[in-house]
Nanobody
Framework: QVQLVESGGGLVQPGGSLRLSCAAS????????MGWYRQAPGKQRELVAT???????NYADSVKGRLTISRDYTKNTVYLQMNSLKPEDTAVYYC???????????????WGQGTQVTVSS
């Protein structure tokens, strides 16, 4: 199967920066779209950003201009560069990937374990 392992979360002051990473590994034939989602306490999980296999990106309105998604195709890794962070960015961040697995070339969607981002003074 496929595993997505996240790293880079932590505590940062308002206006600070963090970079999240998420690496996919396992029985991978091809990684298709990848993305980042977040869930704050008491709130519904929301889309942060996505990036297609062709490099097209999409962002939530709340993060445009501050957060940037990118990927390393050779490492099956997606990144989220977070700048000018605000307290409302505090959430558990989850990476996501659509993957064609090698067994039967079937497509599945996988999620990372989540990493906590806390923006506070």
């Amino acid at each position: 199967q496929v595993q997505l392992v996240e790293s880079g979360g932590g505590l940062v002051q308002p206006g600070g920066s963090l970079r999240l990473s998420c690496a996919a590994s396992g029985s991978i034939f091809r990684v298709n779209a990848m993305g980042w989602y977040r869930q704050a306490p008491g709130k519904q999980r929301e889309l942060v950003a996505t990036i297609t296999s062709g490099g097209s990106t999409n962002y939530a309105d709340s993060v445009k201009g501050r957060l940037t998604i990118s990927r390393d195709y050779t490492k099956n890794t997606v990144y989220l560069q977070m700048n000018s962070l605000k307290p409302e960015d505090t959430a558990v961040y989850y990476c996501n990937a659509g993957v064609f697995i090698t067994v039967g070339l079937r497509e599945h969607v996988y999620w990372g374990q989540g990493t906590q981002v806390t923006v506070s003074s």
